[in-house]
């Protein structure tokens, strides 16, 4: 629901949108109406359908069809750096190697809740802009922009070129994350599930930070991991004091 709620918001029109039929048509009438005003074709649906259309993931009872989602360009990356548009300092997330699609739709959600200005991503070993990941992602996928990269390690260098500081994160880092600075303008590079950061991004890193673990486990998930990196960039740039 949340998914296709935040489509519409963003003035998204899809082509159809499924729904199931009794008891869900209720609940999810107010959706419903501002599908059909954007034009979309409303078409009721028996559970057992949009359960094997969703492959086992849960649906809340709609599904829209909608055009896919193409990364941008990395032209397109240089080019809004060169013009930034905001007043804030460029703030963007580095994922290499993230090719689980949960995981990259919860970076993208946590791109998005903390302000992020992009996500990076390299054209191989990566995960693609599919249902999943937008779905997962719960609106981020559309509202956050991505960009595919040739060659990550030398995107970072074109990123540090242009004076975007770039932290890396890795478990034996000298440094904890909360000592890395994030006030300017900065990308944070999370690696990928189990592997962490590929030699040739590493090296192309400014620094490489970690986060301090005390338990018995020795890693986060790189969403969770993610999550705690931005808003520890954006404690920094509101000037909050660490607690």
Known sequence: ????????????????????????????????????????????????????????????????????????????????????????????????????????????????????????VPKDKAAPLNATVRKVACGAAESVPVYRVTNLARAIGRLKEGGVWVIGTAGEADIELFEADFAGPSALVMGAEGKGLRRLTREACDVLARLPMAGSVSSLNVSVATGIGLFEAVRQRRGAPAR
């Open 1 to 120: 629901m949340h998914a296709v709620d935040a489509l519409l918001a963003r003035g998204e029109r899809p082509r159809e949108v499924w729904y199931q039929d009794g008891e869900a048509r209720a609940r999810l009438g107010e959706l419903l109406e501002r599908a059909g005003a954007a034009g979309a074709r409303l078409v009721a649906q028996p559970r057992e359908t949009l359960d094997a259309l969703s492959q086992g993931a849960s649906h809340q009872g709609v599904v829209a069809f909608c055009p896919p989602l193409t990364p941008h360009s990395e032209e397109e990356l240089w080019h809004r750096l060169g013009g930034w548009p905001h007043a804030a300092p460029p703030l963007l997330l580095v994922l290499d190697g993230v090719t689980d699609v949960h995981n990259f739709g919860a970076c993208l959600r946590s791109a998005d809740a903390a302000g992020a200005h992009g996500v990076v």
